[in-house]
């Protein structure tokens, strides 16, 4: 099991920049493939973005492709996501999740989860 800890969330216009973070405790992070996931407010959990434990091969959903970028630092225990050219629709609670194993893009198939930090881009 990893403890997983969000941050970096906030307001920002359409168009700007924001970059999460996401703080693994425990020593077998690396071992964990690492995704990211949001929901905003009346719709489901959806996916985002997946690292594999490596860190060599990442996947992201269309909506999200050329835009944002997940990156992972094993020595650190830590996994990213910057998030460019940010649009009002992406606006939601993102999460942080982890799964020991390999990746992949369904919400269920991971047992570690943090908090959520709060995106809103305003129009």
């Known amino acids: 099991q990893v403890q997983l800890v969000e941050s970096g969330g906030g307001l920002v216009q359409a168009g700007g920049s924001l970059k999460l973070s996401c703080a693994a405790s425990g020593r077998t992070f690396s071992q964990y493939a690492m995704g990211w996931f949001r929901q905003a407010p009346g719709k489901a959990r959806e996916f985002v973005a997946t690292?594999?434990?490596?860190?060599?091969?990442?996947y992201y959903a269309d909506s999200v492709k050329g835009r944002f970028t997940i990156s992972r630092d094993n020595a650190k225990n830590t996994v990213s996501l910057q998030m460019n050219s940010l649009k009002p629709e992406d606006t939601a609670v993102y999460y942080c999740?982890?799964?020991?194993?390999?990746?992949?893009?369904?919400?269920?198939?991971?047992?570690?989860w943090g908090q959520g930090t709060q995106v809103t881009v305003s129009s």
């Open positions: 690292i594999t434990r490596s860190g060599g091969i990442t």
């Open positions: 999740a982890g799964r020991a194993g390999t990746t992949t893009t369904q919400a269920p198939m991971y047992a570690n």
